[in-house]
């Protein structure tokens, strides 16, 4: 029944890699902008990285050079690949997905439950 669904989060060592998959479920269409936020505890959610139809990306500095977003759109699924994690990666990770249900309504972010990446030092 999600209609966001995230999968590939666990514990990793520093300096290990993880790869997260995310797909919108068959119910979305017209997708546009995916992406992916975090939240560690005692802090506010932010983002971590995001990727429009075109492949155009963005990353949050402190993932630069370490992550890496992508997508099909064929199968309207994004992916997170981390490498170099930090402990300062533990965070709950949250997929996004920007489209609609229905073209009587406008479009909005669709957004996953969330998948727990814990990095141990």
């Known amino acids: 029944q999600a209609q966001v669904q995230e999968s590939g989060g666990g514990l990793v060592q520093a300096g290990g890699s993880l790869r997260l998959s995310c797909a919108a479920s068959g119910s979305i269409f017209d997708i546009n902008d995916m992406g992916w936020h975090r939240q560690a505890p005692g802090k506010q959610r932010e983002l971590v990285a995001h990727?429009?139809?075109?492949?155009?990306?963005n990353y949050a500095d402190s993932v630069k050079g370490r992550f890496t977003i992508s997508r099909d759109n064929a199968k309207n699924t994004v992916y997170l690949q981390m490498n170099s994690l930090k402990p300062e990666d533990t965070a709950v990770y949250y997929c996004?997905?920007?489209?609609?249900?229905?073209?009587?309504?406008?479009?909005?972010?669709?957004w996953g439950q969330g998948t727990q990446v814990t990095v141990s030092s």
């Open positions: 990727i429009t139809t075109g492949g155009t990306t």
């Open positions: 996004y997905a920007d489209g609609r249900r229905s073209w009587f309504q406008s479009r909005h972010d669709y």
